[in-house]
Antibody, heavy 118, light 109 residues
Framework: QVQLQESGPGLVKPSETLSLTCTVS????????WSWIRQPAGKGLEWIGR???????NYNPSLKSRVTMSVDTSKNQFSLKLSSVTAADTAVYYC????????????WGQGTLVTVSS | EIVLTQSPATLSLSPGERATLSCRAS??????LAWYQQKPGQAPRLLIY???NRATGIPARFSGSGSGTDFTLTISSLEPEDFAVYYC???????????FGQGTKLEIK
């Protein structure tokens, strides 16, 4: 059973960079797309972007200028960096796997709350 | 950008009743639509993919239908554990952009 676990600081100061890592267990990270999604408290889901295990990325245009994703296949991990954060970036951040042959998110991490505050 | 609009925003029903949730796309997505269930404090869970296929382990009381721009998630007889928020989702081909509907909250009446 594939499992995903997000990790990283729960508190980030305004204007700084949010950094999160997702560790994949129970299966290989290879040959899949991996995504980040966020959800502000009481609101809906927003897709941040995806990365393939080759390192190829696609980002949500609304966040593209501030987002960087990377992958480390040797550690079965992928990462998110979001720069110049503001309070509007406060949310639960989820990592998820995109299905091998379908554009859907079939495995999700439990989510991690990141608060942007001084 | 394709926009997904879900209705109603909130649906109040009793256990045992039938639930019908709607998702409308601003342009055709063919059958490339999924439904997710999210309970408080939990990550979303994939229920239905390609509009009508149940994901692994999803009970038969959940069914999806539709194509093009209009889609429906039906729960045939509500169980207490089905009260949650439901999201539809699609991915546009280029640029690849995953979008979600705003959600329908299914609450106990």
């Amino acid at each position: 059973q594939v499992q995903l676990q997000e990790s990283g600081p729960g508190l980030v100061k305004p204007s700084e960079t949010l950094s999160l890592t997702c560790t994949v267990s129970g299966g290989s990270i290879s040959s899949y797309y991996w995504s980040w999604i966020r959800q502000p408290a009481g609101k809906g889901l927003e897709w941040i972007g995806r990365i393939y295990t080759s390192g190829s990325t696609n980002y949500n245009p609304s966040l593209k200028s501030r987002v960087t994703m990377s992958v480390d296949t040797s550690k079965n991990q992928f990462s998110l960096k979001l720069s110049s954060v503001t309070a509007a970036d406060t949310a639960v951040y989820y990592c998820a796997r995109v299905g091998a042959t379908t554009p859907y998110l079939d495995y999700w991490g439990q989510g991690t709350l990141v608060t942007v505050s001084s | 950008e394709i926009v997904l609009t879900q209705s109603p925003a909130t649906l109040s029903l009793s256990p045992g009743e039938r639930a019908t949730l709607s998702c409308r796309a601003s342009q055709s997505v063919s059958s490339y639509l999924a439904w997710y269930q999210q309970k408080p404090g939990q990550a979303p869970r994939l229920l239905i993919y390609d509009a009508s296929n149940r994901a692994t382990g999803i009970p038969a009381r959940f069914s999806g239908s539709g194509s093009g721009t209009d889609f429906t998630l039906t729960i045939s007889s509500l169980e207490p554990e089905d009260f949650a928020v439901y999201y539809c989702q699609q991915r546009s081909n280029w640029p690849p952009l995953y979008t979600f509907g705003q959600g329908t909250k299914l609450e106990i009446k």
